[in-house]
């Protein structure tokens, strides 16, 4: 159906915004969360390039939707091979088919250097199969590089099962057969603190009339973490970032 000439002019000022403003602007309740999110994987996405070297690593984002953290794993190296997979109907970018039902990806055992999973897990009604899965599709010696929620907000896209500690993601992974397991927590306490409350704030206040007051709390935050470069035990991170490997004689 086409837009009116209103509805196109809404929509060309939403692109213009979105392009000034980022993906989530300074003033919004999960602009530290996403900033927080952005820069740790960028760093292990380095991390787990380095470690798997050569050229022409096989990559499979799986839940990819529309990928938003491509860019920080097949520039580098031209010779990447980069492949999304979701279930039927989630992402026009998905290559590779993962069943609904039974988390299987449509893929042979041993296909992928890396294979990564970024805020997907929770909404999978049997994340052990899925975790298994992955393991199936990397070579030996291959890695999983994921993130997860700890205390994340219910947030149903369709559907929420779960959240992990520490210990309870990484017994999932040995269970799914993976080894040299490394959990660690993405945001500072202050980080998920300010989301938090800033969620809570705008789902009652509205996300207009809070906007001055969120610039000024996430500007305020972001000046306190670079003066006290160590934020000591993070204790309540909103998401947890994972690496894990395939054995070599798996």
């Known amino acids: 159906m086409a837009r009116g000439p209103g509805e196109q002019t809404t929509g060309s000022l939403r692109e213009i915004y979105r392009h000034i403003a980022g993906r989530t602007p300074p003033w919004t309740p999960l602009y530290l969360h996403h900033r927080a999110l952005e820069a740790y994987v960028e760093r292990t996405s380095i991390r787990a390039l380095s470690i798997l070297g050569g050229p022409?690593?096989?990559?499979?984002?799986?839940?990819?939707?529309?990928?938003?953290?491509?860019r920080f794993l097949d520039q580098?190296?031209?010779?990447?091979?980069?492949?999304?997979?979701?279930?039927?109907?989630?992402?026009?970018r998905a290559t590779v088919i993962v069943d609904p039902q039974t988390q299987s990806i449509a893929a042979a055992p041993g296909t992928y250097d890396l294979v990564i999973s970024f805020q997907v897990l929770e909404h999978v009604s049997n994340p052990l199969a899925?975790?298994?899965?992955?393991?199936?599709?990397?070579?030996?010696?291959?890695?999983?590089?994921?993130?997860?929620?700890?205390?994340?907000?219910?947030?149903?896209?369709?559907?929420?099962?779960?959240?992990?500690?520490?210990?309870?993601?990484?017994?999932?992974?040995?269970?799914?057969?993976?080894?040299?397991i490394v959990v660690e927590p993405i945001e500072s306490d202050l980080q998920s603190l300010l989301v938090i409350n800033q969620a809570y704030l705008a789902r009652?206040?509205?996300?207009?009339?809070?906007?001055?007051?969120?610039?000024?709390?996430?500007?305020?935050?972001?000046?306190?973490?670079?003066?006290?470069?160590?934020?000591g035990y993070r204790a309540v991170p909103l998401t947890l970032g994972v690496m894990a490997r395939k054995p070599k004689d798996g």
């Open 130 to 180: 899925l975790l298994t899965e992955c393991r199936r599709v990397l070579r030996p010696g291959g890695l999983l590089f994921m993130t997860l929620p700890f205390m994340f907000e219910y947030h149903a896209v369709p559907r929420d099962f779960r959240r992990w500690t520490h210990e309870g993601i990484a017994e999932d992974l040995v269970s799914a057969g993976y080894v040299d």
């Open 204 to 231: 009652h206040l509205g996300h207009v009339a809070t906007k001055p007051l969120f610039l000024f709390l996430n500007m305020a935050a972001l000046i306190a973490d670079r003066i006290k470069a160590d934020p």
């Open 56 to 70: 022409g690593l096989r990559i499979l984002d799986v839940g990819c939707g529309e990928m938003p953290y491509r």
């Open 76 to 92: 580098v190296d031209r010779e990447t091979i980069y492949e999304g997979a979701d279930i039927p109907g989630a992402s026009p």
